[in-house]
Every structure is written in C-alpha cells, then in structure tokens.
C-alpha cells in the first residue's frame, strides 16, 4: 500500500490543523493506521492509532485530549485532527499502516513503529510560540 500525507503547515500556538493521509494500491479497510511525528535528532514519537473499522483508537498521553484520529474507509483516508496545539507539537508528521483486523492488546501494539510495514513520507507540522 502507498500512502501520502497532506495537510501540513505553520500555525500559530492554540491553533488547529487536519492532517489527511491517502492510502493506494490494497483494500484499505484492511489495514491499522497510525500517525507517528519525528523531529531532527530524536526518536520517532507515536501519536495516534485507529483499527480498521475506526471503532478502536489509541493516543500517546502528549496528545490525548487536543487530537482525533479517524478514518474515511470509502475514500483511503485517514485523518489527525490537531486542536490546541503546542510548539512542542511541531515535527514531520508521518502516516504508516500495517495489514490486521486483530484487536488484542491493540493500544501497546499499534503504538511501536515495528508493528508497522508500510509508510508515507512526512508532512511539516510548525507551531509557533
């Protein structure tokens, strides 16, 4: 599966923004998808998690509460809906997504890069102070 990442910007603190990533190529229905944020010089940051059916999802505790990630099956699309954001939140924003319909232990799973196969290249997030 492709994946492409849009929505990316500079935005002042407290404002929002809508990340989409477009998925090609398989049944995206199929698959997890996570969103992940990266800054030069650090480790790569969970962010976000949705299952398949967008019935479940799991956040990092740096931004439960400010995002939303959800999901349009009928268009391969995946959204992070950013409220409230902080200069902290500004990093390269990167959707990945990994073929399972299986929910056990789905939170502690899905937010490990590893469990991932497949990503999109990053979209710039910039929040000024």
């Known amino acids: 599966v492709q994946l492409q990442a849009y929505g990316g910007g500079l935005v002042q603190a407290g404002g929002s923004l809508r990340l989409s990533c477009v998925a090609s190529?398989?049944?995206?229905?199929?698959?997890?998808m996570g969103w992940f944020r990266q800054v030069p010089g650090k480790e790569r940051e969970f962010v976000a998690a949705?299952?398949?059916?967008?019935?479940?999802?799991y956040y990092a505790d740096s931004v439960k509460g400010r995002f939303t990630i959800s999901r349009d099956n009928a268009k391969n699309t995946v959204y992070l809906q950013m409220n409230s954001l902080k200069p902290e939140d500004t990093a390269v924003y990167l959707c990945?997504?990994?073929?399972?319909?299986?929910?056990?232990?789905?939170?502690?799973?899905?937010?490990?890069?590893?469990?991932?196969?497949?990503w999109g290249q990053g979209t710039q997030v910039t929040v000024s102070s």
């Open positions: 949705i299952n398949w059916s967008g019935g479940m999802t």
């Open positions: 990945a997504a990994e073929s399972s319909k299986n929910p056990a232990n789905f939170g502690n799973r899905y937010s490990l890069e590893s469990q991932y196969g497949y």
């Open positions: 190529g398989r049944t995206f229905s199929n698959y997890v």
